[in-house]
Nanobody, 129 residues
């Protein structure tokens, strides 16, 4: 029922920064996980980052490829998930998708696409060298 819509994709130079947003009206504040994935032509979707709200609060996770450069967060009302990207590299180029799924109170988000049930249509990020 909840539709996810990404925004913020753009063409940037290597070393630059870019912020993505994923809006999903009606997403619950707790027991829900959201993730960011990216995909290039001819490739599968690669997990980038995820965040969930459970008994222990928000617990973000990152792939090794982006750790230390990207930051994921969620708005207070829970309707928007952000991905702050810095020190961008050409290999960060791809179409970025957000995804969401309900989880148990003790559940953790995962960087595996099969974990998620709902997906947005994506937003293109291109990093020039």
């Amino acid at each position: 029922q909840v539709q996810l819509t990404e925004s913020g994709g753009d063409l940037v130079q290597s070393g630059g920064s870019l912020n993505l947003s994923c809006r999903g009206d009606g997403l619950p504040l707790e027991n829900y996980a959201t993730g960011w994935f990216r995909q290039s032509p001819g490739t599968g979707r690669e997990g980038v980052s995820c965040i969930e709200m459970g008994e222990s609060g928000s617990r973000p996770a990152y792939s090794e490829a982006v750790k230390g450069r990207f930051t994921v967060s969620r708005s207070i009302d829970g309707n928007t998930v952000y991905l702050e990207m810095g020190r961008l590299k050409p290999e960060d180029t791809g179409r970025y998708y957000c995804a969401a799924v309900a989880i148990s109170p003790r559940g953790r988000c995962e960087l595996l696409p099969d974990f998620y049930h709902r997906w947005g249509l994506g937003t293109q990020v291109t990093v020039s060298s």
